[in-house]
Each structure stands twice: as C-alpha cells, then as structure tokens.
C-alpha cells in the first residue's frame, strides 16, 4: 500500500555494508512523535537490510554494533509490504528477547517468503547508549517498490 | 493546517460533517490556535475513523491530537456490537493500557528538596529504566498466566502493594474478560524480564509538587494541597503489549477483506466484535491492560522501598490510576438511549463525570480523576471528569501535551548533558541511562500541555484542579 509520505529525510542517514551496489543507503525520516526507517539497494532483499540498519539506527549509532552472533530470521507474508512489517517486527522480537543490538543483515526474498541473518551483539548500555527501544514497526508510511531510477526502496514508521 | 472546511459547533468544537463513506461526523475538541497547530493527517485520520462499521455518536479527537496509525492519537471511538461495530487492534494501539498512576506521599515540597538528590539517585537505581533494563521479578509460564487474569490484584497478592492501591485503580486493578489463551508465547517471552520496568521513549517517573490548586473542593477530595509532593509514573503494559498489537494488528488487516470491512489505512485494522478474531483480541488486550495494571503496580512497590530508605516518614498512597490506550465496554446514553458500547481511547484518558458508578465511593462526588502526563521540566496536570464529559466525547478526555517536534530534530537542538544541566538549574534533577534519549525527550520538543488542559476545560471534556511541577524525574 503506497502511503502518502509527505515528510523528508529527517535526520540520520547512511550508507550501510559494502557491496557491488554503492547505492545501497538507508535514513530516517519525519513521523509527529516517531521515526520512519527507510532503505534503497539495488534488490529488494538489499532494501530490506538497509531498512533494518535504519532500524538499528533509531537504538544506537550502527557503526558502534559489532557482528558477533547470527541470528537466523524466517517469514512469509501475502504482500512484500506485509513482508517487510514481518522482518522489522521479528527482528524488534529478537532485540528485545535476546537483548541484542544488530550491526549486519543478509536477506533473501523469493517468492514471497524472506530468510534473513541478523549478526549483532549483546547490548552493552554503557557502549551502545541506547536512546529508545522500538514498540513495533507499523503499516503508516508503508511502502516497497521500485522507482523509476531502477532502486527498490523499503519503507514504514516505527512506534517508539 | 487550512480549517476552512470545519464548522465551528462552539468555541471549542470544530466538526467534520459526514460526506462520502463516514457513517458518522468526526469532531475535534479545540482551541483554534490548537486546531490550526494540527497537523491535517490528524483530520483526514479522524474522517477514515469515521468510515468503520458500527461507529456511534461521531469519531473523536481531543485536545492533544497528532498524527497516529490509523487513529490519530488523542482519538476516541465507541462501536455498538449488536450494529455490526469493530474493536481495533489499531485503535488501541501497541502501547495497550499504557497509563498514569499517581500517589501521594504525605510529604511537603519542603521535606523532599533536602533529600531530593539522593532520593532521584535511590529511585533511579532501584526501579529499572531505559532499554535492556530487566525487572526483578521473573515470571514462570503458570505465573505468567495468573498475572494476565490477575492484573494488579495479582501483584498486590505477590506483595506488591495493599489491597487500598486496588480500590484507587480502574477496573479495581483487575480487568474482566482477559483470557490467557489469546495471548502468543512470543507475547509472553517478551514479558518474561520486563515485569516492573518503565520502558524508554516517553515514559518516567517523576517526583513532583502540587504548584497550583485550580478547584479547591475538588483538590480536597482527592487529597491534594499545594506545596504537597507527589509522585506520578507513567508506563504501559511492555513487550507483552507491543508483540499482541503487533499480531493482532496484521491478523485483523488480513481478514478485514473477509467480514466485508473496506479499511482506508491498513493501520485502522479492525474485526467485528462479534467475530472470532474480534474475541480473541478483546480477550488477549485485557490481558494487556492487566500486565499495565500489574506492572505500575509493582513499581509502585519499588518507588515505597525507595522512598522508605530516604524518607521513612512517606506514606505513598494511590490517588489514582488511568489507562490512556484502551478499548473498554462501557453503557453511554445516545441520544436519550442507553446502549452498551466498545469505547476505543487512543492516546485519551477516560473521564468519568461526578457520580458515576465506576469511580471509587471517596471521589465520585467529585469526578473521575484524570491524569495528565508532561515531560521533564514542564507541568503535568490533575483533571476531573465533567458533568458534560459523557454528552461530549462518551466521558473522554486529552492524555498528554503531544509531540511538537520530532526526536531527531530535537537531537539537532539540544544535547542530553545541556538539557540535564538546563534543567538542575531550575531545580529539576534527571536520571536516565540515555543522553541521547534525554535530548529526545527534552521539554521543549513538546507542545504547552497548559494550551491543552484548557481546551479540554473549555470544551467541557473535564475540569483543572491542579497543576504539578517536576522536582526529580526518572526518565526510561
């Protein structure tokens, strides 16, 4: 479902992970007392790991997360936004079970059906100073798709 | 936000007539200066509310409105069952029973600024706040279940309080229909540490002073006298919450299509009450509302332990304690009519007028006490339900001062070292793990709750009786 995504880019952004694809890049944008987490890549799978550093993003400064454990991620949805909802939603699920932070992810998506891995470590509160944990990731401002510049973007506002 | 298109019922009315798919009007409760300030997503929020099966009366906004999912928050909404009415996990939000709690502690102002600093120093290590923080208490799968039924009345049995703090708290601490069963493993694990934390993001622990009486006789009846400190916390019902909200809300946007329900927003997913799914949510959300009721509960425990180490002569009794992220079964008058209805408060405070049966015999004279939270360094707020309340917005009132900026912006103008600094100048001493979460937090990232409070009292939804300032909060 293509929502109306009035606001900009708000605030952090970055260019997550190495790869063939440098347009690969993830922000925060604007959402009243929330943040909308926002990536691009090249695939959709790649969109979907810029969205989840976003998401990292929103907790701690991504580049202070190390790699350290993976966690592996399966789920299947009706629709790729419904997908993304799922892979946000598991890995909230895993941070706040696991009380981990994640630094690297890793998604492939085929027909329907996403396996991620999520390499993170504990949180460390004096290291990480997390600012606010994540509620869940929300259908508002939802959105995947390709532009018309050939990069797949993958989008929704998180509660906080 | 252009309001040319809104009719103007009163001074502080402003409705949206039903045109196109709304089965009824949407009405937002306002200053005009608050009406213009809002955002329009609030308004076209309101309308798509609007839309639902089975609404009654008219799709509500308060004071403190902003831009939700789905519902705006600060909405409100009652459905009729027997008129094919919804209850939304969307409208409920993930958040399920976060609330206020406020306690007295028979203490003046004075009697704490000497120990002000070790007390916010006690407090702050003894009740668990921010990210990663894990509770004391570690519930066990049959736990786990007892504490969804039980609610605080649970806690209070694990002696986590007096049986006084349950007849202080809505549904007397307990909320009826919850049913274990609905609630997901994933849903329970998530809670299995988190019992009796704070959380992050808006939620605290403030000590606080009465500053200003507005209502005397009111005041009196809930036992507050100016100069007096208080304590107020605000907190929801955790991960357990967040995971049902999050499982419920996909579940209801999948089967909408199913019970013939065209939902504007993914976000407003929705089932008829009279559904299978619509009776699983109610039955896993009160379960919620009782994690809320239990978890405020035992920090109330732990906020007694650390006063009674600093200040042995405190005695922290329960004013009251309100949900503001609810769906409740309550029986309102329409239109000369009494009809039994699901009340959704999204980001809005129940406020029962003088009298009703449901507020606790030594305050229903006076009105349901509504609890309005602020933000480090800025006034919170002691309503009381109006006369008028029910006839206006089904006995409904605003939760809080909203935000008026987003948290990344508010990182770009302060930093969480100069807003601490800031505000230990005025007295106002912080706690908080987080500095960046402080600078997220930071008072002037907030709209004047005061411009809110007073619309709510001139838009008859409830009445001032006081307002608190901050002398030491806990920030999660």
């Not at chain 2, 009703?356 to 009105?367: C, S, V």
Request: proline share 4%.
């Amino acid at each position: 479902m293509a929502s109306d995504v009035r606001a900009g880019a708000d605030g952090e952004r970055g260019a997550g992970g190495a790869g063939p694809d440098n347009a690969r890049r993830w922000e925060h944008f604007q959402h009243g007392a929330d943040i909308g987490v926002r990536g691009f890549a090249g695939t959709e799978g790649g969109a979907f790991e810029q969205a989840a550093i976003a998401l990292t993003a929103v907790l701690t400064d991504p580049a202070r997360a190390r790699a350290e454990q993976a966690v592996e991620i399966d789920c299947e949805a009706p629709d790729h936004e419904l997908l993304l909802v799922d892979w946000l939603n598991a890995l909230v699920y895993e941070m706040a079970t696991r009380h981990m932070v994640f630094a690297r992810f890793a998604v492939d998506i085929r027909n329907g059906a996403l396996h991620g891995t999520a390499w993170g470590e504990p949180l460390d509160v004096a290291r990480h100073e997390p600012a606010v944990e994540v509620k869940g990731a929300t259908y508002t401002a939802l959105q995947v798709g390709r532009r018309a510049d050939g990069l797949w973007l993958a989008q929704c506002v998180v509660d906080v | 936000m252009d309001i040319t298109g809104l009719h103007r019922r009163a001074e502080y009315e402003w409705e949206i007539p039903a045109t196109g798919a709304m089965r009824v009007p949407a009405v937002i409760y306002a200053s005009e200066r608050l009406v213009q300030a809002m955002d329009a997503k609030v308004f076209e929020q309101a309308v798509n509310v609007a839309t639902l099966p089975g609404i009654v009366g008219a799709s509500y906004a308060m004071p403190d409105a902003h831009w939700g999912y789905g519902f705006p928050i600060g909405g409100v909404a009652a459905f009729d069952p027997d008129a094919g009415g919804v209850v939304s996990a969307g409208g409920v939000g993930f958040d399920i029973s976060c609330g206020v709690r406020t306690l007295h502690t028979g203490l003046t102002r004075q009697d704490v600024e000497g120990v002000k600093h070790a007390l916010a120093d006690g407090l702050f290590h003894h009740i668990p706040a921010g990210v990663g923080s894990t509770g004391h208490v570690h519930l066990t799968p049959k736990d786990m279940d007892e504490m969804l039924v039980g609610g605080a009345r649970w806690a209070v049995e694990q002696g986590f309080g007096t049986l006084d703090d349950l007849a202080r708290t809505e549904e007397l601490g307990q909320m009826a229909g919850a049913d274990p069963e609905q609630v997901s493993d994933k849903a329970k694990k998530r809670q299995q540490d988190e019992m009796g934390t704070l959380g992050s993001g808006n939620h605290y622990l403030e000590v606080q002073q009465v500053a200003e009486i507005f209502l005397p006789e009111v005041a009196d009846a809930f036992g507050l006298h100016q100069g007096d400190a208080v304590v107020s916390i605000h907190c929801g019902s955790r991960g357990l919450g967040h995971q049902i909200g999050t499982e419920f809300l996909r579940e209801m946007a999948i089967s909408a299509a199913r019970y013939g329900i065209a939902l504007p927003d993914r976000e407003l997913a929705c089932a008829p009450i009279n559904s299978p799914i619509g009776q699983a949510y109610l039955g896993a959300m009160r379960a919620g509302i009782n994690c809320a009721l239990a978890n405020r509960q035992i920090i109330t425990h732990l906020t007694r332990e650390a006063f009674a180490r600093v200040l042995p002569r405190a005695r922290l009794e329960l004013l009251y304690d309100v949900s503001h992220n609810t769906c409740k079964v309550e029986e309102h008058v329409v239109e000369g009519r009494p009809r039994r209805l699901f009340v959704h408060r999204k980001g809005a405070t129940r406020a029962f007028g003088p009298g009703h049966p449901d507020i606790p015999p030594a305050l229903r004279g006076a009105g349901q006490p509504v609890l309005i939270g602020g933000s480090m360094g800025t006034a919170s707020y002691v309503l009381a339900g109006a006369d008028t309340s029910e006839a206006h917005s089904f006995s409904s009132a605003c939760h809080g001062a909203g935000r008026a900026m987003s948290r990344h912006a508010a990182t770009r103008q302060w930093r969480g070292r100069s807003v601490v600094d800031e505000l230990a100048h005025r007295g106002i001493l912080i706690r908080s793990r987080s500095m960046r979460g402080v600078a997220e937090e930071a008072p002037g990232a907030y709209k004047d709750v005061g411009e809110v409070v007073d619309a709510a009292e001139r838009g008859g939804l409830a009445r001032k009786v006081a307002r608190l300032e901050p002398m030491a909060c806990v920030k999660g």
